[in-house]
């Protein structure tokens, strides 16, 4: 049932509403390296013919010094080598990149290295996983499914949506304040934030000192609020993932305040326009795939595989551009040297020939769909079984219940991350909504 | 995609890397016991389905097998000569032994392309099961002994399944396998994986008693299970090896008072050396075992009614327990190649990189294969040196590359050359290792913390390292992994995180134990080249 999509065939540069895409020129190819013109916003509707030229050099160093790793061995070597740090205070000297990482709030564990990193992450699994929370997520389902139908129901009585931003976004900042233990009466503020920040994030040093500025201002906000609210789940601790993180003490010692307000951020952050991003592309994606979308109406578990192999082929994180070496490393014919910055490309190592057949063909089929989608190693994901319950349900939602429903653009305007990357908006034009399955 | 019978479930833990997908998609089959080991029903409820299956979709590397055990390294060898695209086609093949080696190398046959004749002979009457969990989460009666039977191989596979049979003799010239039951089963090539068996108590009428168990088949599981859900007074454990760990562990899992009784100076030293031992021994005290170390059992004592309660003690000490478990180590299944011509002895039978066995010359057969526990194999990593190997994951690989060579031309044969890999799950720790720890002279922990018991230690033998084993670490082991097959120097002198312990190595206690097995006498006569023969001395 596989296909090859549109977005294999070079496509044109449609770039979304040029107020946001700061446009790098695309005239000066010539000195541009096929990195640079991956993260050139003019090539984010399809990065994925870059990737083949990205891959004929597994292990490439750019101008600044940069080590970019584009290889499927190669980088789940990397992520399992315990030389390359995730603590970018280990690099020789200060390094800019488009960054997941800028956004994230400073020393939460996604940018420490064991031993810190693990105690931290041990502590926030122990209220969200197993061993000690096994059934937290899955408790978390029904409402879950009860968001995703609200959010389809708003659909309906008319014959466009934005799937970006009428199902998309408001789903996982909605799980994460339940999650976390956000008072309902405080979500939109907290949606407000999300956004925000979000739209801060991007490549390009035209807006920058702006950008940062506005990012700066936010993430004060937001910290200022998470400190009230861990103060207050202290006071009076509930049965969600703050209070836990706010009240625990046990063999890992309990977690510092400022590490609760720092966790707290990087579960909405990490979990926000990762998870818009990969509904988003699952719906571009079936409706690209129309027998896809037909099949996935009568066989919803197909939605499982989907998603696995949206992931792959798709995947809303297309880099990890913070690893740092720490030690002079040695790999596949080069040497990375100590202290220089490294950047992991995950989607073009999921697409590795070496790896998977046909890697350019989406195929829900396969036996083994082995991915680099939420990363590997000891910052393997924290949320991937939330994010993938959330994508699941969503366009198994969408899927069964939109009549008819066809991509107004093709491609769609993109956001300018080339790091995070996904649809700005995604015009959809149906017929009709059927009604929620009981 | 529901309604198609028993799931049955399999994860590969040598793969497995503890990231517990499977445990948070499926909470009622697959959990975490600390940090990374996952235990799981291999056979659970049909209403499970949908979520294991979206479990088996999200192991970051696919480890988890639902329903079939896939296989996915290189497949199929490319055309064939003439004589063995007709040995494909209709030749004979005979696996004797029905275990995870004898099954895996079936399904491996097939999806080789073999169409002949295929015969599975085995001395149990279940059809294969997976003995790892017979000590773990059986034992403390998380699930029940007979739901570890291996996914769905028996119906797939098309062989004639001669279960409840033992084979008890090989004719290598006539090419027959002789049944117990006077039957003969005739062969073009043959599987030799008839693995081993509990090592018994030395003492028949000792370990007659009642109360006395031993821990290797599904019936085994079974009893001890019974006896352990009595609630015993205390439990002994008789060896301290990774069996015997696993019991106790389970003992204090269900709150009962257990005694370890370890020849050595630790548990687990023999395996792991001195320096990993003292750190297995902390553990168990921590965990409330009642460790007795460089002390064996010397007798066991029944009351009138032929009941074990206590044990004496090399020491002169006494041990009152109600059940005893003997997990002194295994014997191999050899017994009926008496007479075959094979080297087959106490350690097994020897048999090349490629699994062809070798006869009591030391001349590698063409047509008879070996793999799994029973295999005795050089390993050009080790110096060459003839190992065997009782792992889960060395039965997989082994069954893999005999299949494979017993329908491949010559030049298309592939060597067992892949890094020995075991885990082990007790006290809640994951216990992983790669490459021979006892092929070692020194150790150092690289990462982690030895007082966390969250650790990676490093063996190293003459400058470069040889072995790495993890404690909750195991996402790391691939790296080493790498190391050790590029013979990358001792100790190791990169930076990188975790590094807590002192960065000086020293004597890791290893026992020395890759030297030939004891008890085994081969005897050379003749003098020109064309008469000289080695011979197997009559055993015992
Ligand atoms: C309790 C327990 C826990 C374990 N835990 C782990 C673990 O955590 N990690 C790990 O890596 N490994 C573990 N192992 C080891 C692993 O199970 C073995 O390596 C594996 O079973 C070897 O498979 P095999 O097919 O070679 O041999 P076996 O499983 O021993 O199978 C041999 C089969 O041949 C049959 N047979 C013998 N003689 C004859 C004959 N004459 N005719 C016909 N059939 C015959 C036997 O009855 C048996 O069914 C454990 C083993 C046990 C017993
Ligand atoms: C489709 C959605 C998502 C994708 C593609 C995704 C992807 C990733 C990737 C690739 C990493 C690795 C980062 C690194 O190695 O540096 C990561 C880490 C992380 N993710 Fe996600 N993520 C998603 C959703 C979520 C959600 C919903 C949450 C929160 C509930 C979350 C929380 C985290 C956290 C906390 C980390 C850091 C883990 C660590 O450092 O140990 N993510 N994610
Ligand atoms: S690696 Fe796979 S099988 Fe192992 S715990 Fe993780 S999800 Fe489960």
């Known amino acids: 049932m596989a296909s090859q999509s549109p977005s294999e065939s070079p496509s044109q540069s449609t770039s979304g509403s040029a107020s946001e895409s700061p446009s790098v020129s695309t005239s000066e190819h010539a000195s541009q390296s096929v990195f640079q013109r991956i993260l050139d916003p003019a090539n984010r509707a399809d990065p994925y013919r870059l990737y083949h030229e990205l ?24 992520l399992h080598d315990p030389r390359v740090s995730s603590d970018r205070r280990n690099l020789a000297r200060p390094y800019g990149a488009d960054a997941l990482a800028d956004a994230m709030p400073a020393l939460a564990f996604i940018g420490l290295d064991p031993p810190e990193h693990d105690r931290l992450r041990r502590l926030a699994m122990r209220h969200f996983g197993p061993p000690h929370t096994p059934y937290r997520v899955e408790s978390l389902l029904p409402e879950m499914s009860a968001m995703v139908t609200g959010l389809v129901d708003g659909l309906a009585g008319r014959h466009r949506a934005d799937i970006v931003d009428d199902v998309a976004y408001p789903l996982p900042v909605t799980v994460i304040c339940r999650l976390l233990g956000v008072p309902r009466e405080d979500e939109p503020r907290f949606h407000a934030w999300a956004d925000a920040i979000v739209e801060t994030l991007g490549p390009g040093e035209e807006d920058r000192a702006e950008r940062e500025r506005a990012r700066l201002e936010t993430t004060l906000h937001l910290r200022d609020y998470l400190q009230e609210l861990v103060a207050a789940h202290r006071r009076d601790p509930g049965d969600d993932l703050l209070s836990g993180l706010a009240t625990y003490e046990g063999p890992d010692g309990a977690m510092a305040p400022a590490d609760v307000v720092a966790t707290a951020g990087l579960l909405l952050i990490a979990g926000h326009e990762t998870t818009v991003n990969l509904i988003a592309n699952g719906m571009l994606t079936l409706l690209r795939h129309p027998e896809l979308l037909k099949r996935l109406r009568g066989e919803p578990d197909l939605v499982v595989r989907f998603v696995e192999e949206l992931l792959r082929y798709e995947p809303p994180v297309q880099f990890l551009p913070q690893r740092v070496a720490l030690a002079d490393i040695e790999l596949a014919g080069t040497t990375i040297t100590a202290g220089s910055p490294v950047v992991l490309a995950l989607a073009s190592g999921s697409r590795d020939p070496a790896h998977i057949p046909d890697p350019d063909v989406f195929d829900p ?30 366009l198994r939602e969408l899927a069964g219940r939109l009549r008819a429903p066809r991509l107004v653009a093709d491609p769609p305007p993109y956001r300018p991350s080339a790091t995070l990357r996904g649809p700005r908006h995604l015009l959809v034009d149906y017929d009709g909504v059927d009604p929620a399955s009981p | 995609m529901s309604g198609e019978g028993p799931v049955r479930v399999l994860i590969d833990l040598t793969r497995c890397q503890g990231y517990g997908q499977c445990a948070f998609l499926a909470p009622d089959v697959f959990t975490m016991h600390g940090d990374e080991a996952v235990l799981y029903d291999p056979d659970p409820d049909d209403a499970q389905r949908e979520r294991v299956l979206r479990a088996a979709a999200a192991c970051p590397v696919q480890a988890l097998h639902v329903d079939r055990m896939a296989m996915r390294h290189r497949t199929a060898s490319g055309p064939a000569t003439r004589d063995g695209a007709a040995f494909r086609r209709d030749g004979r093949i005979v696996i004797v032994g029905a275990s995870l080696a004898g099954a895996r190398a079936a399904a491996v046959l097939r999806r080789e392309g073999f169409t002949g004749s295929l015969t599975v002979i085995g001395d149990e009457p279940h059809p294969p099961y997976d003995r790892p969990p017979l000590s773990k ?72 008693l009642r109360g006395v168990h031993v821990l290797r088949t599904m019936e085994d599981a079974a009893g001890l299970r019974e006896a352990l859900a009595a609630g015993p007074r205390r439990v002994l454990v008789i060896g301290g090896g990774f069996t015997g760990s696993e019991v106790a562990s389970v003992c204090r899992d269900l709150d009962l008072p257990v005694t370890l009784v370890e020849r050595g100076p630790s548990p687990l030293s023999g395996a792991l050396g001195g320096v990993l031992g003292e750190v297995a021994a902390g553990l168990q005290r921590a965990h409330g075992v009642d460790l007795r170390c460089g002390v064996t059992v010397t007798s066991l004592e029944g009351d009138a009614d032929g009941r074990l309660r206590r044990a004496h003690l090399s020491d002169g000490g006494t041990v009152d327990a109600e059940v005893a478990v003997v997990a002194l180590g295994a014997v191999r299944n050899v017994e009926w190649l008496r007479g075959s011509g094979l080297a087959a002895g106490v350690w097994g039978v020897a048999c090349d990189a490629g699994c062809r066995a070798v006869d009591a010359n030391g001349l590698v057969t063409d047509d008879v294969f070996v793999a799994g526990d029973i295999a005795r194999f050089p390993h050009p990593v080790f110096q060459y040196q003839f190992m065997s190997l009782e792992h889960w994951g060395n039965a997989v690989d082994q069954a893999e590359i005999a299949a494979h060579n017993m329908v491949s031309d010559q030049t298309r044969r592939w060597p067992h050359l892949s890094l020995p890999v075991f885990w082990s799950t007790q006290f809640g720790v994951n216990i992983k290792s790669v490459g021979v720890p006892t092929f070692a002279d020194e150790i150092v922990v690289t990462q982690g913390s030895v007082a966390e018991r969250r650790f990676v230690a490093v063996y190293g033998h003459r400058g470069r390292i040889t072995a790495a084993v993890t404690f909750d670490q195991g996402m790391w082991l691939e790296f080493y992994r790498r190391l050790i097959e590029r013979a990358a120097p001792f100790p190791p002198d990169f930076p990188h995180v975790d590094r807590r312990e002192d960065p000086r190595p020293v004597p890791a206690g290893a ?21 000289r023969r080695a011979s197997l001395a009559p055993g015992r």
């Open chain 2, 511 to 531: 026992p020395e134990r890759i030297v030939a097995a004891a008890g085994a006498t081969v005897v050379v006569t003749g003098h020109d080249p064309s008469e």
């Open chain 1, 55 to 78: 891959r004929e050099v597994p292990v490439r160093r750019e101008a600044d010094g940069t080590y970019v790793v584009s290889t499927y061995r190669e980088i789940v070597e990397l």
């Open chain 1, 365 to 394: 089929d396969r036996p083994y769909t082995e991915h680099l989608g939420f990363g590997g190693g000891v910052h393997y994901c924290f949320g991937a079984p939330l994010a993938r319950l959330e994508a699941q349900l969503a």
């Open chain 2, 137 to 208: 989460r059986v034992l403390s009666g998380g699930v029940p002994a007979e739901h570890t039977l291996l996914p769905r191989l028996r119906e797939e596979i098309g062989a004639e399944w001669l279960l409840g049979t033992a084979a008890t003799g090989l004719d290598l010239a006539a090419r027959r396998v002789r049944l117990a039951d006077g039957r003969e089963v005739g062969f073009d090539r043959v599987l030799i994986a008839t693995g081993t068996r509990a090592r018994p108590w030395p003492d028949p009428a000792e370990a007659a």
